[in-house]
């Protein structure tokens, strides 16, 4: 079992750029598939992007294709997402979360989540 905690956002000017931070402590942490979603208000929550546990596999929404970059550092137990190129569409609450199994972009399939960190982008 892990607990996600991210870490990193806040309000940056369109074109910019964020690093956001998910710590996962735990020595079972390299067994599980990381993702990161956002939710906008009023609007549902939405795959951004995850990361196998081997480090060999990512996969990307087609909004942030080539904007972000997700990785992970397993002796730190912690999965980031580099945000450059940022849009004012990418406001919203990002959550990291945490599955067994292979790469998946329904958000009920990940069994662990964290508390997510805001982020604004201003136009």
């Known amino acids: 079992q892990v607990q996600p905690e991210e870490s990193g956002g806040g309000l940056v000017q369109a074109g910019g750029s964020l690093r956001l931070s998910c710590a996962a402590p735990?020595?079972?942490?390299?067994?599980?598939?990381m993702g990161w979603f956002r939710q906008a208000p009023g609007k549902e929550r939405e795959f951004v992007a995850a990361?196998?546990?081997?480090?060999?596999?990512?996969y990307y929404a087609d909004s942030v294709k080539g904007r972000f970059t997700i990785s992970r550092d397993n002796a730190k137990n912690t999965v980031y997402l580099q945000m450059n190129s940022l849009k004012p569409e990418d406001t919203a609450v990002y959550y990291c979360?945490?599955?067994?199994?292979?790469?998946?972009?329904?958000?009920?399939?990940?069994?662990?989540w964290g508390q997510g960190t805001q982020v604004t982008v201003s136009s």
């Open positions: 979360a945490a599955r067994h199994g292979g790469i998946v972009i329904t958000a009920t399939l990940y069994a662990y």
């Open positions: 735990g020595r079972t942490f390299r067994n599980y598939v």
């Open positions: 990361i196998s546990w081997s480090n060999d596999s990512t």
